[in-house]
């Protein structure tokens, strides 16, 4: 009998059924991961009718151009040499430019899902000149067309764009006309023809406005490029291959200016082919994998963007929280194990098993809770309802209402620990490993005098 209820023996049964309710603990690490797919399927729905994250580049002109080659074929056995001249295509880009957004954002639901879309307003300048060293690119200036010059904007979701662009060339009003946009939004957006002969400079002005979702990038491109975006968004994230020279944030908004030089951008003024589209793996997050710092290749599209983030995203939230679910455990278990050890309880294996299961249960609650309340209420109910049942329990395990009141009080403090370790991310690891420090004392404080293995009991009976 001492051996059956032995402290080594009443620590193993603990520990084992510990261990297998990491089972169900790694089950709701996979239903937060389902939920949050759902949710992301729920915004790419929204996104799907409204438009998605948007890529804005240009304008570009493009003239036409004759060139003339070479070659030589075999007729009737004799070489020939015949002159061949193909249209080619010039891509100029400006010597400077200006945009300025205003993204309006607004929350859109489906069922218990949102998402953050808005409405961008652009209005931009570029000026244009051909350049005086042309034939170093290859193109003779007398071959160009400039009867059928375009102006090219890009837009990466041309289903956001909105029937009020506005594109005006040296004074004189053109016309939007879809398609032909640029290789740097996959082809996508509009163009307008342009009536220039290339004497002088040409300045364009223009206005439009898209839908969109998740964020806005700009290409810049050209020998100066300034953008300026305003927000009444309080939570931005910059991001991309460029960061702003200036910006600002309160919880009004945000105001952030780029300036980027052609120097910066390592791009040639003028071309014959288009740039193709940016290297998204080289542009992260702010404090991410694509600002570590790695070089960009010279003549790469590059991007500025801005990310409109979730101040709180709960599924990430949650998930942190279910990490925290063995400390849960085993604070919880170690604290029926002194009573038992210590205070003479004798807590039963399936006790044990059915205040583990209401520890598991708290996440499932957190996470239900969160997807309709918020984060913070659901934790408050999830903490609360478990913190409860497992009180009343406790008072029937133990015997008594003043241990049960104990383990009130530590589920109570595990919970309130928990919440400020998912509050303060950066000082999380520090805090943990304090109360891990600090748990460990006490434990081995009182527990000092317990014979794990009951040999020195047997001892002392055989000696008498």
Known sequence: MTTIRSPGRKLGITILVAVLLAIPLLAIYALVYDRQDQSETARASVAQGWG????????????????????TVTENGQPRTRTIESRQLLYLSPTRQTLKTAIDPER???????????????????????????????????????????????????????????????????AAEPGKGLLATGGSGFFAFVDWQGEGALDVSYSYSLNGSGGLSFVPRGGESEWSITSPWPHPSFAGNFLPATHDINADGFTARYAISNLALGQAMAGRDDFGAPDTASGARRGGAGMSGTPVAAGVTQTASINLVEPVDLYSQVNRAVKYGFLFIGFTFLAFLMFDLVGGAAVAAAEYLLVGSGLILFFVLLLAFAEVVGFALAYLVAGGAITGLLTAYSAAVLGSWKRAQMIAALLAGLYAVLYVLLSLEALSLLIGSVLLFVALAAVMWATRRIDWSGLRTQQESVAE
């Open 108 to 174: 859109r639901q489906i069922s218990i899902y949102e998402s953050v879309v808005y409405r961008a307003v652009n209005q931009g300048t570029a000026r244009f000149a051909i350049p005086e060293d042309l034939n170093r690119y290859g193109v003779d200036r007398t071959k160009l067309d400039f009867s059928r010059a375009e102006l090219r904007f890009g837009v990466s979701d041309a289903r956001g764009l909105q029937p009020d662009a506005r594109i005006s060339a040296n004074g004189q009003k053109l």
């Open 52 to 71: 998605g994250k948007q890529l804005l580049a240009g304008p570009v002109l493009v003239i036409p151009f004759t060139e003339a080659s070479t070659e």
